[in-house]
């Protein structure tokens, strides 16, 4: 059976909406916005579960309407949070940067895909350094009024932002 791994925000509720949908042996790591920290520690703790496990696939998924994101968006609430005000501060930054280079009718979508593709881009290093085969690495949102999870946009699209003269 295939195994998979997970990275969700525990403000989406996802966990029986994937086990519902995607049929296989499925492990969870959460944390608010998918704002996980890949420090050593949790690296390490990574690279035994996905070895002892023999995952072979990773998944970043958010909702559309993502609790955390959409504060970051807006009141920022939470910022007070531990470890949050870095992440709402990015988040910030890339709604800027989308409103400025992009013409979307979806910016969060386009928001959400910079987040997860960094965040993607971030744990590939990691694995990379570790000399750890990396198992395939993808970002999902989930749109809970059509109610299916959509690819992120790819990186070529969400790449770093261009200043135009």
Same mark, same amino acid.
């Given at each position: 059976?295939?195994?998979? &791994? ?16 995607? *049929?296989? !042996? ?5 944390? $608010?916005?998918?704002? +996980? ?9 990574? *690279? !035994?579960? $996905? ?6 696939? +990773?998944?970043?998924?958010?909702? =559309? ?15 007070? +949070? ?8 990015? +988040? ?6 989308? !409103? ?9 979508? $386009?928001? &959400?895909?910079?987040?997860?593709? =960094?965040?993607? *881009?971030?744990? *590939? &290093? ?28 790819? =990186? ?10």
């Amino acid at each position: 059976m295939q195994k998979h &791994l997970y990275f969700i925000c525990p403000t989406d509720h996802l966990e029986p909406i994937i086990n519902s949908t995607f *049929k296989q !042996e499925n492990y969870y790591f959460t944390s $608010l916005g998918n704002s +996980i920290v890949f420090d050593t520690n949790m690296v390490s703790q990574l *690279k !035994e579960l $996905l070895q002892t496990k023999n995952i072979q696939d +990773i998944s970043f998924v958010l909702s =559309d309407n993502n609790r955390i994101v959409s504060d970051a968006l807006g009141k920022q609430a939470f910022s007070g +949070i531990t470890g949050l005000s870095n992440f709402y501060n990015q +988040i910030t930054r890339q709604r800027e940067n989308s !409103e400025e280079v992009w013409q979307t009718y979806n910016h969060q979508f $386009l928001i &959400l895909s910079h987040h997860l593709n =960094d965040k993607i *881009k971030e744990l *590939k &290093l990691c694995l990379k350094q570790l000399s750890v085969d990396p198992p395939k690495i993808n970002g999902k949102i989930y749109n809970r009024h059509q109610e299916v999870f959509s690819d992120i946009y790819s =990186d070529l699209i969400c790449g770093a932002y261009v200043q135009v003269n």
